[in-house]
């Protein structure tokens, strides 16, 4: 890291010559910047399928799942980071042998009061996961170089019809 710099800063367009009035500096983060938040959280969800809990999501093991009930018209989950971070990434990993294609049309908010109405149209959109997902796809990364204050992460699927279906989350901000 360069001396006295807690930040790196880009300079966007360079080298593309594009006029200077499209230029602006914006944070990214390298590794040593972020933290993982997330893991072993509060969460919240809508409904579930008997034994799968919303906590699943966030136990640091990719084997257990939450799993939302059946006919619920857009399920969701929710993970309180315990405080206002800025965060810069979101990694998802869906269920993987089983339905993986239940994963699609995905939309990821945050926000910074809690809301357990599944309705999160008043958190900022972070990232849309806009296809059908499929196992060789891996862990979903979501991230966004100019980084969001939030506290709560949303994850909700804005097509109906299907269960959503999450192994594990993590959420990096910056220390
Ligand atoms: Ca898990």
Redesign the pocket.
């Known amino acids: 890291m360069l001396s006295g710099s807690s930040e790196w800063c880009v300079l966007g367009g360079e080298g593309s010559g594009v006029d200077s009035s499209a230029v602006t500096f914006v944070t990214v983060a390298t590794p040593d910047m972020l933290q993982e938040v997330a893991r072993g959280r509060d969460t919240y969800a809508c409904q579930e399928w008997p034994d799968y809990i919303p906590a ?2 966030v ?1 640091g ?2 084997t ?2 939450s799993h939302s009930a059946e006919n619920l018209q857009y399920p969701w989950w929710l993970v309180d980071l315990g405080q206002i971070r800025l965060v810069h990434q979101v990694k998802i990993l869906p269920r993987q042998a089983v339905y993986p294609e239940r994963f699609n049309n995905v939309e990821i908010r945050v926000g910074v009061e809690l809301d357990t109405s599944g309705n999160f149209s008043s958190y900022r959109l972070f990232s849309f996961y806009d296809r059908v997902y499929t196992a060789d796809q891996g862990v979903l990364s979501c991230y966004r170089r100019d980084a969001v204050d939030a506290r709560y992460i949303s994850i909700k699927r804005v097509t109906s019809g299907e269960i959503l279906q999450i ?2 989350v993590e959420v990096f901000a910056f220390v």
């Open positions: 699943h999501g136990d093991d990719n257990t799942m192994l594990e």
